[in-house]
Nanobody
Framework: QVQLVESGGGLVQAGGSLRLSCAASGPTYRWYSMGWFRQAPGKEREFVAAMNWSGGTTYYADFVKGRFVISRDNAKNMVYLQMNSLKPEDTAVYYC??????????????????WGQGTQVTVSL
């Protein structure tokens, strides 16, 4: 099983950018698809973006298309989420996630095999 640790969250003004990082460990990391979810206060955890093991296939939630970019560096066991043009409604705890297989659709919570501990992103007006 892969272990995940996020970093890079913080406070940013609307219109600004942040890059989240996820450090993965475990012997089978490179074969997992990697993704990001988020959870705002009082709301359910929702899918944000995902990438298959090779990085050749990505999928984004509609509300982040054109603003967020997911990437991975398998040589460094890292996954990133570049977030641009941030809005107050992007405020949430962001979670790194790992899933086996590849999907051309939004991930469901049940697809996830491993979760990180989460990192807080707060976007102010």
């Amino acid at each position: 099983q892969v272990q995940l640790v996020e970093s890079g969250g913080g406070l940013v003004q609307a219109g600004g950018s942040l890059r989240l990082s996820c450090a993965a460990s475990g012997p089978t990391y490179r074969w997992y698809s990697m993704g990001w979810f988020r959870q705002a206060p009082g709301k359910e955890r929702e899918f944000v973006a995902a990438m298959n093991w090779s990085g050749g296939t990505t999928y984004y939630a509609d509300f982040v298309k054109g603003r967020f970019v997911i990437s991975r560096d398998n040589a460094k066991n890292m996954v990133y989420l570049q977030m641009n043009s941030l809005k107050p409604e992007d405020t949430a705890v962001y979670y790194c996630a790992a899933a086996d297989g590849s999907r051309s659709r939004a991930w469901r919570l049940g697809d996830v095999r491993s979760w990180g501990q989460g990192t807080q992103v707060t976007v102010s007006l």
